[in-house]
């Protein structure tokens, strides 16, 4: 029987990735006490990389806006398999963390990482509201647009 989050993300026509497996010495996620780290994730989809390219640089603030929300859609589908599947143990979404990958002069890393905002407030509404840091690297692993790491209470 699906959950309510479960059930969100078929209303708004969600589809989430497989879990991607970590590509260096990391695990992609560690629970401790009510909170669950999730490790910074890059916009895979089911094995596939998508979203190479640098902001400010011929990649454009929507181009990134939905390599975040990959990387948002990565980050549940890693919760999902570190609670057993069960999607409805996510009390809140505490914090975010957004990696840009962009030029020195480019400033919009806040609307780029919107796109993972955004997502996380559509599935799980006022639990979903979270604090934030959006800010630029010089560059990203792989050469992706966005990297997003994110800090769940969970039950």
Not at 18 to 33: E, F, I, N, Q, S
Not at 38 to 49: A, D, F, H, K
Not at 56 to 71: N, V
Not at 75 to 103: E, W
Request: proline share 4%.
């Amino acid at each position: 029987m699906a959950g309510r989050i479960d059930a969100r993300l078929a209303e708004l026509n969600i589809e989430l990735p497989k879990a991607a497996v970590p590509l260096a010495a990391y695990v992609p996620a560690v629970r401790t006490g009510n909170q669950l780290f999730i490790s910074g994730q890059v916009p895979m989809w089911n094995g596939e990389l998508r979203h190479v390219g640098k902001l400010g640089a011929g990649y454009s603030i929507e181009e990134g806006r939905e390599a975040a929300r990959t990387c948002a859609l990565n980050i549940i589908a890693q919760a999902k398999l570190a609670l057993d599947g069960d999607l409805d143990r996510i009390v809140r979404v505490v914090k975010l963390v957004g990696f840009v990958n962009s030029t020195g002069d480019f400033n919009d890393q806040p609307k780029v990482i919107n796109g993972a905002s955004e997502l996380f407030g559509e599935v799980f509404g006022d639990a979903g509201k979270h604090a934030r840091s959006a800010v630029s690297a010089a560059s990203l692993p792989f050469g992706v647009a966005v990297e997003i790491e994110a800090i769940l209470e969970v039950a």
